[in-house]
């Protein structure tokens, strides 16, 4: 690939790093393989099956084709499943693939893997509101396959919604709450909670799931409803890793209300994330003070620059002056469909391995923010609350990720920002002055709240027990959690090495003294200096670990009884859930 003319188009640059895995897995590919030119396998019930690739968000988990057939009920889902266990084959769901760890299919899935990817997204994607619990204005049943964005517009047509989403409205049900998906919100000073809302996950919105389980009297799998508050089985089903099927959900929802969402590029990082009681944060201008403002607060920090892109959300029943309504979502154009500068650059950096133009590159995406901002009037921006939540579409920049939530008090969050950004800053820098470039995407630091029982509509719930926002028992005192991830290009040298570095020292410095590391299960996570979901002492130990011996056992044997063939599962899931 060059920058000069004959350039591919913008997203073939941007999606280059993905393409390459894929392609490159399609070339080992013997010609003849089962991968290749072997037989379908004979699906019950008539459904037929075809060979479909897989690829990740970041492309660095690419199949060149696995059966793959689209069931259209829960019940074809519980014949594959009979199906599969007689014939030693194992179901992946397959939603939007909009993850970057091994949860679906393993980087090393061999070409003739008995592996069935099972498509939600083609059938099971009805939806329709149910009779409410008492505490919870509004209820909703959604098969899996629904996307959040459908989901939560049907939810905004009967005056519902919830208090955040993640970012990516194409997401769908069933893998939001597999990894307990998040979006940012804790209380603004003043605000009191609202009913039917949670500041944790979605996961804790959820009130019954119905799964594809083994039932043992019968000596098959068969269609399970489980309910919140009564059945413990919940509990490990609203956040289960894709180690079950879940095939629907009925959710809470509250009263939906329009929001204010404020984006800032002037406030430095040295004010933003300055220490507490040092003179940087006496201004009023630290993450800690817009989150007392707002409630509602995202940073995205490109590397090597000095001034985040800020954005404040605020409830706003009524539309302030300032403000400029919207009408849908995806209300940064400049964010989501590259500029042509910015493809260029960052295919250069992939293409011609020049990693030393990052700072380059993080200058050209703050600017490309900056005047974006200003140029689509988009600073100050009013709405329903799923118009401003949603702001990620699939032709953005397609970066690797790592990801952590660290769980700590309301009133330690400016501190632990300010230890991470200044770890963060201070090696990066030392790297470069060393010729050594492995970040050259951004820092996103998001505030969330736990998932407190007290949230669900259902009396003796509990919080799901995987979930990575559920409180630690051996620490009542934490409420809320940091998120925070890395984003750099696909293959950049290094970008392992540097990651274990952050891993190591969030462990040790947040290890459940003032606030606790625990890994994101979407994301990059257990880094060895090469390669991620690796380091066996993470896997093994620090994670069961951070969220207490109990929990996590119940946990991983509820999972393993609902499913004891492991027909649901692959072999990274079999090592991190092991009894």
């Given at each position: 690939?060059?920058?000069?003319?004959?350039?591919?188009?913008?997203?073939?640059?941007?999606?280059?790093?993905?393409?390459?895995?894929?392609?490159?897995?399609?070339?080992?590919?013997?010609?003849?393989?089962?991968?290749?030119?072997?037989?379908?396998?004979?699906?019950?019930?008539?459904?037929?099956?075809?060979?479909?690739?897989?690829?990740?968000?970041?492309?660095?988990?690419?199949?060149?084709?696995?059966?793959?057939?689209?069931?259209?009920?829960?019940?074809?889902?519980?014949?594959?499943?009979?199906?599969?266990?007689?014939?030693?084959?194992?179901?992946?769901?397959?939603?939007?693939?909009?993850?970057?760890?091994?949860?679906?299919?393993?980087?090393?899935?061999?070409?003739?893997?008995?592996?069935?990817?099972?498509?939600?997204?083609?059938?099971?994607?009805?939806?329709?509101?149910?009779?409410?619990?008492?505490?919870?204005?509004?209820?909703?049943?959604?098969?899996?396959?629904?996307?959040?964005?459908?989901?939560?517009?049907?939810?905004?047509?009967?005056?519902?919604?919830?208090?955040?989403?993640?970012?990516?409205?194409?997401?769908?049900?069933?893998?939001?709450?597999?990894?307990?998906?998040?979006?940012?919100?804790?209380?603004?000073?003043?605000?009191?909670?609202?009913?039917?809302?949670?500041?944790?996950?979605?996961?804790?919105?959820?009130?019954?799931?119905?799964?594809?389980?083994?039932?043992?009297?019968?000596?098959?799998?068969?269609?399970?409803?489980?309910?919140?508050?009564?059945?413990?089985?919940?509990?490990?089903?609203?956040?289960?890793?894709?180690?079950?099927?879940?095939?629907?959900?009925?959710?809470?929802?509250?009263?939906?209300?329009?929001?204010?969402?404020?984006?800032?590029?002037?406030?430095?990082?040295?004010?933003?994330?300055?220490?507490?009681?040092?003179?940087?944060?006496?201004?009023?201008?630290?993450?800690?003070?817009?989150?007392?403002?707002?409630?509602?607060?995202?940073?995205?920090?490109?590397?090597?620059?000095?001034?985040?892109?800020?954005?404040?959300?605020?409830?706003?029943?009524?539309?302030?002056?300032?403000?400029?309504?919207?009408?849908?979502?995806?209300?940064?154009?400049?964010?989501?469909?590259?500029?042509?500068?910015?493809?260029?650059l960052a295919g250069q950096l992939v293409a011609d391995a020049a990693w030393y133009l990052a700072p380059t590159l993080g200058a050209l995406q703050y600017t490309v923010a900056a005047t974006g901002l200003t140029a689509t009037l988009a600073g100050d921006l009013w709405g329903a609350s799923h118009h401003l939540m949603f702001y990620l579409?699939?032709?953005?920049?397609?970066?690797?990720?790592?990801?952590?939530?660290?769980?700590?008090?309301?009133?330690?969050?400016?501190?632990?920002?300010?230890?991470?950004?200044?770890?963060?800053?201070?090696?990066?820098?030392?790297?470069?002055?060393?010729?050594?470039?492995?970040?050259?995407?951004?820092?996103?630091?998001?505030?969330?709240?736990?998932?407190?029982?007290?949230?669900?509509?259902?009396?003796?719930?509990?919080?799901?027990?995987?979930?990575?926002?559920?409180?630690?028992?051996?620490?009542?005192?934490?409420?809320?959690?940091?998120?925070?991830?890395?984003?750099?290009?696909?293959?950049?040298?290094?970008?392992?090495?540097?990651?274990?570095?952050?891993?190591?020292?969030?462990?040790?410095?947040?290890?459940?003294?003032?606030?606790?590391?625990?890994?994101?299960?979407?994301?990059?996570?257990?880094?060895?200096?090469?390669?991620?979901?690796?380091?066996?002492?993470?896997?093994?130990?620090?994670?069961?670990?951070?969220?207490?011996?109990?929990?996590?056992?119940?946990?991983?044997?509820?999972?393993?009884?609902?499913?004891?063939?492991?027909?649901?599962?692959?072999?990274?899931?079999?090592?991190?859930?092991?009894?």
């Amino acid at each position: 690939m060059s920058t000069k003319p004959g350039l591919p188009s913008r997203r073939g640059v941007l999606r280059t790093a993905a393409a390459a895995g894929a392609m490159g897995l399609a070339a080992r590919i013997p010609t003849g393989s089962a991968a290749a030119d072997g037989a379908a396998p004979s699906l019950p019930g008539g459904l037929t099956a075809h060979r479909s690739p897989y690829l990740n968000w970041a492309g660095e988990i690419a199949h060149p084709g696995l059966w793959t057939c689209a069931p259209r009920t829960a019940a074809e889902i519980v014949d594959l499943a009979n199906w599969a266990h007689a014939e030693g084959w194992r179901l992946r769901p397959r939603g939007k693939a909009h993850t970057w760890s091994p949860l679906t299919i393993t980087p090393d899935t061999a070409p003739d893997a008995r592996v069935l990817l099972v498509d939600t997204t083609a059938h099971l994607t009805a939806t329709e509101l149910v009779p409410p619990p008492a505490g919870a204005p509004g209820a909703v049943r959604a098969q899996t396959g629904v996307t959040l964005e459908t989901l939560m517009g049907f939810l905004a047509e009967h005056g519902l919604g919830v208090t955040n989403t993640p970012a990516p409205g194409e997401l769908t049900l069933g893998g939001t709450l597999a990894i307990d998906a998040h979006g940012t919100s804790v209380p603004a000073d003043g605000e009191t909670a609202r009913p039917g809302h949670t500041y944790g996950t979605l996961s804790n919105l959820v009130l019954a799931v119905t799964a594809v389980v083994w039932d043992e009297a019968s000596g098959a799998y068969v269609l399970r409803t489980f309910e919140r508050g009564r059945d413990p089985e919940c509990d490990a089903l609203a956040a289960h890793l894709g180690r079950s099927f879940v095939v629907e959900a009925v959710l809470q929802a509250g009263e939906e209300s329009a929001m204010r969402c404020v984006s800032r590029v002037d406030v430095p990082v040295d004010e933003l994330f300055a220490a507490p009681g040092s003179a940087a944060a006496a201004g009023g201008r630290t993450f800690a003070d817009f989150l007392a403002a707002g409630g509602r607060v995202e940073t995205i920090w490109f590397a090597f620059t000095d001034r985040p892109w800020l954005k404040v959300w605020s409830l706003s029943p009524e539309k302030p002056a300032t403000s400029r309504p919207v009408l849908g979502p995806y209300n940064y154009p400049f964010s989501d469909s590259v500029p042509t500068a910015v493809s260029r650059l960052a295919g250069q950096l992939v293409a011609d391995a020049a990693w030393y133009l990052a700072p380059t590159l993080g200058a050209l995406q703050y600017t490309v923010a900056a005047t974006g901002l200003t140029a689509t009037l988009a600073g100050d921006l009013w709405g329903a609350s799923h118009h401003l939540m949603f702001y990620l579409r699939p032709t953005t920049l397609r970066e690797t990720a790592n990801g952590y939530a660290i769980l700590t008090r309301r009133a330690d969050v400016q501190r632990v920002i300010s230890e991470f950004a200044g770890f963060y800053r201070e090696r990066l820098e030392a790297w470069a002055r060393e010729g050594r470039f492995p970040v050259n995407g951004q820092v996103e630091i998001r505030v969330g709240g736990l998932d407190q029982a007290a949230d669900v509509a259902a009396p003796g719930a509990r919080p799901p027990l995987l979930s990575v926002v559920r409180p630690h028992p051996d620490h009542p005192e934490f409420d809320c959690a940091v998120w925070v991830d890395v984003l750099t290009l696909p293959s950049t040298p290094g970008a392992a090495e540097f990651y274990r570095e952050l891993e190591r020292f969030c462990l040790t410095t947040f290890d459940g003294g003032h606030a606790l590391t625990r890994v994101e299960w979407s994301k990059g996570w257990g880094y060895t200096d090469t390669a991620a979901w690796a380091d066996p002492e993470v896997i093994g130990t620090v994670v069961p670990a951070s969220y207490g011996e109990g929990q996590w056992a119940e946990g991983v044997e509820t999972l393993r009884r609902l499913d004891p063939h492991g027909v649901f599962g692959n072999a990274f899931l079999d090592g991190l859930l092991t009894p």
